[in-house]
């Protein structure tokens, strides 16, 4: 009777988690589907962060985003971040194949990591996941990606990654940075305030935008160069980005 009774239990056990995984994702997918016409009002990096801050006594931390459609982002923004991060990102469905076989490669010769996350994975995971690298995340992510590429367009990808990546301790969005770092709204950066905000994403908790090292000042320069080659505002228009 025990074991009749411990085999329910597990049975019963198995019924709730999965019944629970489905409501998790029923969440995620609609989710996609309101984000895809409403305002993000916090992501699950921000959340993290906020519960983060609370648990270790910093009751002052306040993560948050003030949201800004495209049309009040300055193209320069839209283009660094694309030129720094995923200068594919027009054509692909989600995933860069190059990119991720360059990583690969690259990994298995190397103890520095080296990712490939698309601005697509980027969002998924910035808004509906955690951080961290084990494989049911990096699943998860793929999933939620793909579910965006079919639902969103492009703009609406790229609108709502800069209205929720990090750019700073406590900072979430352009907006934000843009106010933070030079005291002026996100539709006036220029060309080289955007590429500097840009050289900091890959590590905002370690790479600074208000005291930008010497690596951080190397790499703005490069995305400028980008930037010029890829066609400025030009670009933008003929991709649908603007």
Same mark, same amino acid.
């Given at each position: 009777m025990r074991g009749r009774g411990g085999r329910l239990l597990a049975i019963r056990a198995a019924k709730w988690l999965l019944a629970g995984c489905a409501a998790l994702l029923g969440v995620w997918l609609l989710s996609v589907v309101v984000f895809a016409f409403l305002p993000v009002p916090f992501s699950a990096v921000m959340t993290e962060r906020q519960l983060g801050a609370w648990l270790h006594g910093d009751f002052d931390y306040v993560a948050h985003s003030d949201w800004v459609g495209m049309s009040d982002i300055s193209p320069n923004m839209a283009l660094a971040v694309i030129a720094a991060e995923d200068q594919k #990102?027009?054509?692909h469905w989600g995933f860069d194949i190059d990119a991720i076989q360059a990583a690969a490669a690259h990994n298995e010769r190397s103890q520095r990591m080296r990712g490939a996350s698309t601005i697509s994975q980027q969002?998924?995971?910035n808004l509906l996941l955690w951080n961290g690298r084990s494989w049911a995340r990096k699943g998860l992510e793929a999933g939620i990606t793909l579910a965006m590429e079919g639902i969103w367009t492009k703009r609406r990808i !790229?609108?709502?990654y800069l209205n929720i990546a990090e750019f700073g301790e406590g900072? #979430?969005?352009v907006e934000a940075a843009a106010q933070r770092y030079? $005291?002026?709204?996100a539709s006036r950066l220029s060309a080289s305030e955007a590429a500097l905000l840009a050289a900091v994403l890959p590590n905002p908790l370690r790479f600074r935008a208000d005291a930008p090292s010497r690596y951080v000042q190397m790499r703005q320069q490069w995305i400028m160069r980008q930037m010029r080659q890829m066609g400025g505002e030009d670009? !933008? $228009?003929?991709?649908r980005l603007r």
């Open positions: #990102f027009p054509q969002t998924a995971k !790229l609108t709502v900072t #979430f969005g030079f $005291r002026k709204p670009y !933008l $228009r003929e991709n």
